[in-house]
């Protein structure tokens, strides 16, 4: 059973920094591209950043220069390093295989990033 567990979530000034992680189990990580997403209050999950399997990135304009994604094939694990954080960028943040990879699995229950003063 595929479970993605998100953390490293909270509440963070404009400009500030966070740092994200999704814990995997249950797949074959190495062998997925994965992907952060969010979703903001009234609005509809998006994709911010995908990282492939060999470590090819890209992202969401909304986020490039700002946000950088990482993977730990060893560690099954999936990171989000986001700095110049803007109060747009709140909403709740999850992980799971790339928008290309067919239906994603269940979402895991997110990790809430606000950005507020």
Do not use: H
Request: proline residues 4%; aromatic residues 8%; hydrophobic residues 30%.
């Amino acid at each position: 059973q595929v479970q993605l567990v998100e953390s490293g979530g909270g509440l963070v000034q404009p400009g500030g920094s966070l740092r994200l992680s999704c814990a995997t189990s249950g797949i074959t990580f190495s062998g997925y591209t994965m992907a952060w997403y969010r979703q903001a209050p009234g609005k509809q999950r998006e994709r911010v950043a995908t990282i492939t399997s060999g470590g090819t990135t890209n992202y969401a304009d909304s986020v490039k220069g700002r946000f950088t994604i990482s993977r730990d094939n060893a560690k099954n694990t999936v990171s989000l390093q986001m700095n110049s954080l803007k109060p747009e960028d709140t909403a709740v943040y999850y992980c799971n295989k790339g928008p290309l990879q067919g239906t994603p699995w269940n979402w895991g229950q997110g990790t809430q990033v606000t950005v507020s003063s």
